[in-house]
């Protein structure tokens, strides 16, 4: 037996296989990630509607199985519902309106004034939040609210006294969380503008704060679409930030953290709630041929 037929008897190389079979080499690459969306988290997104459809026995708090329509419309007859989950839409609405408002500017001075050196100390301040755990971001943001805390304390000689806990140091304290999920993608697109779009502008007599709205501003919004969803949507489910500078505010993880455990199927129905307000967000922002170019 020659050299040639014992390689060609010998097992050939699964990636040999694969290459020879396109089929087969796509098949393994989505089989793991098509797993963990369908069954565990498109399965997990059925299960929670379907739950939302039962009711829970009064005396026994048991869940019962069935198809009733009495839990969605709590959230439209029950005055405090509702008022919750517009409440934290306009949180939401507000967050990603601050974030992008002043990534913009901080992305345009860090990619055409700033040195180096500065550059990348204001990129470390940008990124800080996401070195620390979350808990431990809202504890210190409620230390910074608190009536002794660092806000009062550092404005007390000029006679500033901080919001204190409410929707205010909630909507501060879910910017300094995601402020970095919108800066670092405007930051990316500003980067890439060519530097004799602004010298143009300049030249036509355009000022700083009008080459900001008219030239990068459009050049930006693929990339402050893309940052508002995620502000967007980590604001519409956030609730701990609430729970520990909100003082009584509450919002939608709030309601669907009390109900869990009491009224599971409320607490489902409840949840469909930040579902729809971000398929609905990102149903408007398509319209606007945004996502085109992401």
């Not at 019962?64 to 709590?74: A, C, D, I, M, S």
């Not at 309106?97 to 204001?122: E, H, N």
């Not at 210190?140 to 609210?145: D, I, K, Q, S």
Request: positive net charge; proline residues 7%.
């Amino acid at each position: 037996m020659n050299t040639q037929t014992v390689l060609e008897r010998r097992p050939k190389p699964l990636s040999t296989a694969l290459y020879r079979h396109p089929k087969g080499r796509l098949a393994s690459l989505l089989t793991l990630p098509m797993t963990w969306l369908v069954g565990v988290y498109i399965l997990s997104l059925a299960l929670l509607l379907i739950t939302a459809f039962w009711t829970t026995d009064p005396f026994t708090s048991r869940v019962k199985p069935g198809f009733t329509l009495e839990n969605f419309q709590q959230l439209f007859s029950v005055p405090a519902y509702f008022a919750t989950a517009m409440r934290t839409l306009g949180i939401a609405l507000a967050v990603t309106v601050i974030c992008a408002v002043f990534s913009v500017p901080l992305a345009v001075f860090m990619v055409k004034i700033a040195g180096p050196r500065l550059r990348a100390l204001l990129a470390v301040l940008v990124t800080l939040p996401l070195w620390a755990g979350y808990l431990v971001k809202i504890i210190a943001m409620r230390l910074v609210w608190t009536e002794n805390g660092f806000f009062n304390w550092s404005l007390s000689p000029v006679g500033v006294e901080g919001p204190g806990f409410g929707v205010v140091a909630v909507i501060l304290t879910l910017v300094y969380l995601w402020f970095p999920y919108m800066a670092i993608p405007v930051y990316a697109a500003v980067s890439q503008i060519p530097a004799n779009l602004f010298d143009a502008s300049s030249d036509l007599g355009a000022s700083g704060f009008r080459t900001i709205r008219t030239v990068v501003a459009p050049l930006l919004l693929p990339s402050l679409i893309a940052g508002s969803v995620f502000t967007f949507s980590l604001s519409l489910g956030d609730y701990i930030a609430a729970m520990y500078v909100g003082g009584s505010t509450q919002m939608i993880g709030s309601i669907i953290a009390q109900n869990i455990n009491l009224n599971p199927p409320l607490a489902a129905a409840f949840s469909v709630v930040p579902i729809v307000l971000v398929v609905i967000y990102l149903a408007a922002v398509r319209r606007t041929g945004a996502l085109n170019n992401l």
